[in-house]
């Protein structure tokens, strides 16, 4: 398991792109983003696994900031009906943050 800051967790994004911009998000995230740390939703529709601690960071790494029309938000929790690899997938991802003490 990868640490963020120290505190052995990663943050959880959901990444969609906008107009005609998936084939660019596609393509930077399989670039950049390790095979263990992403699931492909659908075309330009992704959840990312990260150690960067904020959205505009994991734009800015992925080289999408400047370029294309996107949404990165991070996920604090999460309710739906999706594929069953899509629940397993954020079941792996998630990880509680250590108790202060």
């Known amino acids: 398991m990868s640490l963020w800051y120290g505190f ?8 969609i792109s906008l107009g005609e911009s998936a084939p660019a998000i596609d393509s930077a995230v399989e670039q950049k983003i390790p095979v263990e740390d992403r699931l492909k939703l659908d075309a330009g529709r992704w959840l990312i696994n990260s150690t960067l601690p904020t959205s505009k960071e994991l734009s800015d790494n992925l080289a999408i900031s400047d370029a294309w029309t996107f949404i990165v938000c991070p996920i604090r929790g999460y309710y739906g009906r999706a594929r069953p690899d899509v629940w397993e997938w954020l079941a ?7 108790a202060k003490v």
């Open 92 to 98: 792996a991802k998630s990880v509680a943050a250590p």
């Open 8 to 15: 052995g967790v990663m943050a959880t994004y959901v990444l």
